[in-house]
């Protein structure tokens, strides 16, 4: 079975996302482009690493979790690099 049909498309997430409040995680620029010219998902966190393995992701996560949600109580779009959190405008 391809994989794409795994796969949900971006209208679809942004929608199931800003009904239930939650935010979005990618490091996909379609999302980027998406929330600043219609507002939506409307809160994003963009993955910008580079390329990282799923553990270290993961640990780089844990790491930050307690302050990105300090963070997205106040704010919609945070980027996360492997050194800091990043507020954007």
Known sequence: MPSC???????LICSI???DGRVVFSKDADF???HLLHGTPARLLIVATGNIGNQ???TLLL????????LFETHVLI????KA???RH
């Open 5 to 11: 049909l795994n796969r949900s498309a971006d209208n």
């Open 17 to 19: 996302a800003d009904r």
């Open 32 to 34: 980027f482009r998406s």
């Open 56 to 58: 270290d992701l993961t």
């Open 63 to 70: 790491h930050v979790l307690s302050e990105l949600n300090r």
């Open 79 to 82: 980027e996360l690099n492997r």
């Open 85 to 87: 959190l990043v507020v």
